[in-house]
C-alpha cells in the first residue's frame, strides 16, 4: 500500500528549465511534507520541507507548492542546473508516529547542458 | 564529525548466508532507521529504534532483526538471506528535540547482492 505516490518517474529538461515533481499522499494525519535529494552512489539528504499550514516554502532555486484539500505537493527546481541532476524523493510523517517517514518512489531528473 | 557511517559498503552472499550490516552515528541521535531501496519503490522502512535498548518494526520487516544495544550503533541481520534481499541499504538517524528533529540524517548506503 503506497500511501505517498510521486511522478513522474523521470524527468529530462534543459538547463535553466523548470523541473516540477508531483506527489500526492493519502492520510490526512500527515504532518511534515520534506523533499530529499539524492545523489548517485549516496544517500538522501533533506533538501526542503513543508509543513501543512503554509501554501508555498521557498529556499533559493527550490520551492515547494501544498495544496491541503487536493492532498498533493510538489517541487519547482528554478533556473535548473545539470548539478541538480539527481533523484529525488518526496516523503511524508507525522509527529504522532514517532515522525516515521513514507517514502515517495522517486523521480529521475537529467537537467541537460 | 563523521555523521551516518555503514559498513560494509558492498556485499555479496549466497542464498541462506547470514550477515549483520552495521550502522554507527556520532551526532547522539535517539532515532536510527533502516531502509531499504529498490528500482521505482522509493525508500522502505525496515525497522527503527527510538532509543537504546529498544526497535520496532516498520513496513517491511521480515527476513531482518535489529539491536540497539548502544545509542550510537543499530545492527540489521540477515540470517538467511534470500535473493528477494537483494538490495541497497540506507541506514538514518535523527534527533529527539531541537530545530532538525524532523530531518533523518543518512549513510552512504551497504549495496548487498544475494545470488
Known amino acids: 500500500q503506497q500511501q505517498v505516490k510521486q511522478s513522474p518517474q523521470s524527468l529530462i529538461v534543459q538547463k535553466g528549465g523548470i523541473p516540477i515533481i508531483n506527489c500526492a499522499y493519502e492520510n490526512t494525519a500527515f504532518d511534515y511534507f520534506p523533499w530529499y535529494q539524492q545523489f548517485p552512489g549516496k544517500g538522501p539528504a533533506l533538501l526542503i520541507a513543508i509543513r501543512p499550514d503554509v501554501s508555498e516554502k521557498k529556499e533559493g532555486r527550490f520551492t515547494i507548492s501544498f495544496n491541503k484539500s487536493a492532498k498533493q505537493f510538489s517541487l519547482h527546481i528554478m533556473d535548473s542546473q545539470p548539478g541538480d541532476s539527481a533523484t529525488y524523493f518526496c516523503?511524508?510523517?507525522?509527529?504522532?508516529?514517532?515522525?516515521?517517514?513514507?517514502f515517495g518512489e522517486g523521480t529521475q531528473l537529467t537537467v541537460n547542458p | 564529525n563523521a555523521g551516518v557511517t555503514q559498513t560494509p559498503k558492498f556485499r555479496v552472499l549466497k542464498t541462506g548466508q547470514s550477515m549483520t550490516l552495521l550502522c554507527a552515528q556520532d551526532?547522539?541521535?535517539?532515532?536510527m532507521y533502516w531502509y531499504r531501496q529498490d528500482p521505482g519503490m522509493g525508500l522502505r522502512l525496515i525497522h527503527y529504534?527510538?532509543?537504546?535498548?529498544?526497535?520496532a518494526k516498520g513496513e517491511v520487516p521480515d527476513g531482518y532483526n535489529v539491536s540497539r544495544l548502544k545509542k550510537q550503533n543499530f545492527l540489521l541481520g540477515l540470517e538467511s538471506a534470500a535473493p528477494s534481499q537483494t538490495s541497497v541499504y540506507f541506514c538514518a538517524s535523527r534527533p529527539f528535540g531541537g530545530p532538525s528533529y524532523n530531518e533523518q540524517f543518512f549513510g552512504p548506503g551497504t549495496r548487498l547482492t544475494v545470488l
Open positions: 529504534s527510538v532509543g537504546e535498548g529498544t526497535t
Open positions: 551526532m547522539n541521535h535517539e532515532y
Open positions: 516523503a511524508a510523517s507525522r509527529r504522532a508516529s514517532g515522525s516515521r517517514l513514507t
